[in-house]
DNA sequence: CAGTGAGCGAGCTTCCGCTTGACTT
């Protein structure tokens, strides 16, 4: 039977758009994306592997062509979508109508390649029946400007990411990224505690009374600050700078410390006051606009307490089921319906008086917006009240949240006074003092009835109301009480999910469906991490910044995803075009410095001078730096010999804390967690348990008299052991190690049994054998020593691996396939090949069928072991050039140094 | 950052955006 086939992005959508369409149509859904550049080397197609910009899936040489690779998790689907074209006369795209989208629909066009029928572009910003069917009634063509800018705004992200990353695994950690989006959004975490450790606080002090309007007043007492004295503005927090300095000239300000207060409050023991002056003003606040994703995302933490993640999981969830329209948009545009749904609950729920003449409507406050759905809201054309919905928990919370916010923007404006008195007196000492009262009083909710936005630290909600008695200039007042209080300014908050979420967004960086995971990559990465709600910046960050800062301005300057985005704008236009674009951007031009010549040019990064940060200015001779293992403090030991003593640094210390003062103490106290086990018994000295680097051991503590040379003895805890449960005697023994096993009768060499870096071994001059269990350490005795000395030196492991699996004969070489375990994991192999398991591989799934495709690809790469030998030639020359390179850099280093100086 | 004797299957890390289940517990 012939159908037309209609496919958008989102099963739930089409779930819908299915019952609107009704018969002949087939409504399916790409589920997102189905193609994209090829994620890892595995997925890279064999022709461009031997490429130089075959790891990136973009043929740079050739106009940045890309290569587009379906992921394997895509495969079944698109197997399917082709078995309904088949039986289809009509095809429609209709993706989001935004950038993405229309990518998408080519994509599938590009992948699905349909034969001899036609083939429409159908696109639409809301899900009602009309919208849907006016859609399918005016189809469009594909376009395909828009679609060359998607696919450079996927090449860019491509060239940057993989580009940049590389830099950051060579010279700061493996592992870590960068990109146009984290990066900088790293970058705004690390700028602000910046911030907070070069502030510096300034103390003022300032003056608070409960005044007294008198008996015939309602409210007769109401509150009011210090505002003037001699005419001059009393300094708040406001009039600091971020150095501790007023910010004004003098005299326009006073400071008042601690003395200047209290004597005022003296001063003014027996004033009499009167109003120097009413001020009143009318106020009027309108409702927010409906929820976008940010907006979302950011109630939700404030009056929820969601991460940004959860809130879109449970909008999700929410979505699926039919309560919500869709909830990644950049969109504050209501339907038509919705409109309708909402001002006929603003009547019922309300009354009239609350409904204004007109709909509201709200222009997008995002620049860079796309608009390809609607905002947030309760979906249908009448909307379902909480308790109407049957939901719970935190699906319930946020169903009301966006409910209450949808319907309090078809609201009247909130109106009311705000009043703003100044009252005066004379002090015992001449001096004429101002103080300032200021009020507000709601006349008309409005909206606040339906919702009130929720603040960020303490500020004034919009529907707090401090009312203030009737006065008039010239009313005798008097204060009841007075007292000074003293006010310490504040460094700028840490960002939290959400406000970081709104910074970017202001910013035209990252996209409603990425908010979220954004705050996921930093943190994963170790670049942030979350102390209560604050994102605080771990030094990590600090030296992946400052590398990027240095080698790549342009790259992670504030402004540069907006600058892409006009780009973009441009080519979807067609007054620019994608190959240009990327060529100066990846190349350069006269105007701008390409990414790769930044990347070729980056020889001699000191990585050991990006890592390092002084700590109370640069004569300290205290600096922290960022190794391997996290951050560690150097400072000067006993002698005063500069950077000799080190000291770990708490994981959880935020770098603001880490002052001058925090860093001495911790280096006079290095020790961190020791467990104190008891005296050795000969020693006579502490044996304590603690945690190293190389992970948990035991070792003695030294007298201070001790010199310099001593070293205590030391040793790592067994496997069996913890820190939890090891007892003095488990301690002894360790220290006991390495514990002479006897003399080899023959050489008269002296055998040893000690644990090392590749676990237990004896030790008989040069020559060293595994031991299989730590516990032989202890216990192992001459005789079986001797036995293992005399077997030849074992290759590999001390005891052959056993094969974890046999699968069966390769079809190929005929050997048997066994799995094994090995240092770099679990591999499969034929005794000639080996082929490490990938990603999606695991022991207990793997079938003879994948194995072979594994050996298979593994041969295609050329023999492995005359490759090996080769290597193994070639290996001591490698070495020796990396030395070489090593000293080079150190060497440059050291004239970099000593230019400086 | 406690200190430490090999000889071996290398292979891979990473971007941003668009979407859901697939997993396991």
Redesign the pocket.
Known sequence: MAHKLVIV?????ARTIGGYLGQGYVVESS???IR??P????EIPAKIKDKWWG?FGVDIDNGFEPYYVVPR?KKSHMSKLKTLLKDADELYLAT?E???GEAIAWHLLDELKPQGIPVKRMVFHEITKPAILAAAENPRELAMDLVEAQETR?IL??LY??EV??VL?KKVM??L???????VATRMVVDRERERMAFRVASYWDLEGTFDAGASKEPRMFPAKLHSIDGARVAGGSDFGPDGLLKAKKGERVHLDRAGAEGLVAALRDTAYDVRSVEAKPYRRSPYAPFRTTTLQQEASRKLGMSASVAMSVA?RLY?NGFIT?M?TDSTTLSDAAVGAARAQVRELYGAEYLPDAPRTYASKVKNAQEAHEAIRPAGDSFRTPAQTGLTGDQFRLYELIWMRTVASQMKDAVGQSVSVRIGGAAADGRDVVFGASGRVITFHGFLKAYVEGTEGGKRSDDDQVPLPDLHEGDAVSAASLAANGHETKPPARFTEATLIKELEDREI?????YASIIG?ILNRGYVYKKGTALVPAWLAFSVIRLLEEHFPRQVSYEFTAGMEDVLDEIAAGRKDRESELAEFYFGSDAVTGLKPLVDGLGDIDARELATFPIGGPDSGIQLRV????P?LEGPDDEGTPFAR?A?VPDDLPPDELTLEKATELLANPAGEEIELGVHPESGLQVVAKN????P?VTEVLPEDAKKND?PR???LFKSMSLDTITLDDALKLLSLPRVVGVDPESGEEITAQ?????P?L?KG?D?R?LTSEDQLLTIGLDEALRIYAQPKQ???AAAAAPLKELGEDPVSKQPIVV??????E?V?DGEY???L??DDSVEAITLERAAELLAE?RAKGP?KKA?KKTAKKAPAKKTAKKTAKKTTAKKTTKAAAKKS
Do not use: C
């Not at 992005?9 to 959508?13: D, G, I, L």
């Not at 190293?692 to 992970?695: I, P």
């Open positions: 992005e989102s099963p739930a959508k589920i997102g994306h994209d550049l994620q890892s080397a595995a790891r998790d989001d935004d950038r993405e996927r992200d491509r990411g993989y990353s590389p695994w493996s592992g990224s960068a990109g146009r989006v984290q990066s999700q699926e869709y990644r990252g996209r409603p469906s990425t990559t190794g391997r293992y996290g560690y080190r770990n190293g680097r190389y992970g051991y070293r030391t040793g790592s644990n090392g870096r590749y676990g071994y030790k040069n060293s595994s290759r590999g492991r094994k375990a090995g240092r770099f994991g591999y192999t080996n082929a490490t990938r990603k593994r492995a090996a």
